[in-house]
């Protein structure tokens, strides 16, 4: 936890430069919530060469950081990492590179904390790897969605990598089993998607025509006699698409207790289905030094296996 009785001053080097004070703080300060970093930028406590700046100034190589003393409330503050979450994490590392690594992200671990969530994946990350500087999440996936998952270990390669991801350089594939026999004719499924307010501050996501643009490739990788193993592409990246697409199409995920039918729930059950299964099972991008492309794969892992196998049975 981020908690200390004397001011800070730290001098940004080369790898810093470029990163927004207020992430900066968020790393440094491991266990500060991001409503306190915000705050204490607000009121000056934090100063830049001896002024104020605002939450998206921009350090450069040099600059001198004065980083305020924080005692930390309890309730207050980011929890640390348990032993068990840190020794999973650090076992869900597939491949590293200089400046990136991607992680097998466990089912269940948001990716960012807030909204109740005391600790996400890259605040408990930052704990496990306090050997680094710098570390970002390239894109996101939903919390309950497992697999592979990009991160950046510096600032040139998280703006190379989200250069990559704007202009569609960057391939997503997941493993689904949805709801019903999917038809193998369906390739894709292309419906406006709206984000909206569902009460109790949840938001979600339906299909309306006053929506963005949004287009899903579905493929059917394995029939089953009441669902489908398919495989899913996002051509486009909105919150919940694959989601929301595949119950528009009348084959809603299982174990999505969000956008799920009753139906659905009731054959998760009986193949001992506990999670959302939707896996990001392959991701291919730019290496951001030489521009190679970088294949990774994550396993299903045991518990996906056998829920297929049961689903065979």
């Known amino acids: 936890m981020a908690e200390g009785r004397e001011v800070q001053w730290v001098e ?11 992430n900066f703080l968020r790393t440094r ?19 830049v060469n001896k002024k104020r700046v605002k939450v998206d100034y921009r350090l450069e190589s040099g600059d001198l ?14 929890r640390d990492v348990s032993d068990n979450l840190r020794n999973l994490l650090a076992g869900s ?26 600790i996400g994946l890259i605040e408990a990350l930052r704990q496990v790897r306090e050997d680094l500087d710098f ?4 894109h996101r996936l939903d919390r309950d969605t497992s697999g592979c998952l990009l991160l950046a270990k510096s600032r040139s390669a998280l703006l190379t990598l989200n250069t990559a991801l704007k202009q569609r350089q960057m391939d997503k594939q997941y493993l689904a089993l949805v709801q019903g026999r999917w038809p193998a004719r369906r390739d894709y499924v292309s419906a406006r ?12 996501v ?6 963005k643009v949004s287009r899903t490739r579905f493929a059917v990788r394995e029939t089953f006699v009441n669902a489908t193993l398919v495989e899913v592409e996002p051509i486009t990246g909105r919150t919940h698409q694959i989601r929301v ?39 291919t991008f730019p290496e951001p030094t030489s521009g190679r492309a970088v294949h990774i794969k994550a396993p299903l892992g045991s518990t996906l296996e056998g829920v297929l196998a049961r689903a065979r049975g």
């Open 206 to 211: 339906r299909v309306d025509p006053q929506g």
């Open 93 to 118: 590392v597939l491949v590293e590179g200089p400046d990136w690594l991607v992680i097998n992200k466990p089912s269940g671990l948001a990716v960012h904390g807030g909204s109740g969530v005391k």
């Open 193 to 204: 998607l709206d984000r909206f307010d569902a009460g109790n501050g949840e938001r979600r």
């Open 29 to 47: 300060l491991k266990g500060a919530p991001k409503a306190l970093v915000y705050r204490i930028l607000r009121k000056g406590e934090v100063r």
């Open 12 to 22: 940004i080097g080369e790898a810093q430069a470029g990163q927004r004070i207020d």
């Open 245 to 283: 697409h595949a119950a528009h199409a009348g084959h809603s995920l299982l174990g999505d207790d969000k956008y799920g039918s009753r139906e659905g729930q009731h054959l998760a059950m009986r193949l001992g289905l506990e999670r959302l299964f939707l896996h990001a099972a392959a991701l």
């Open 135 to 138: 570390l970002e999440l390239v």
């Open 65 to 78: 950081v004065r980083i305020p003393p924080l005692r930390l409330a309890p309730e207050v503050a980011v």
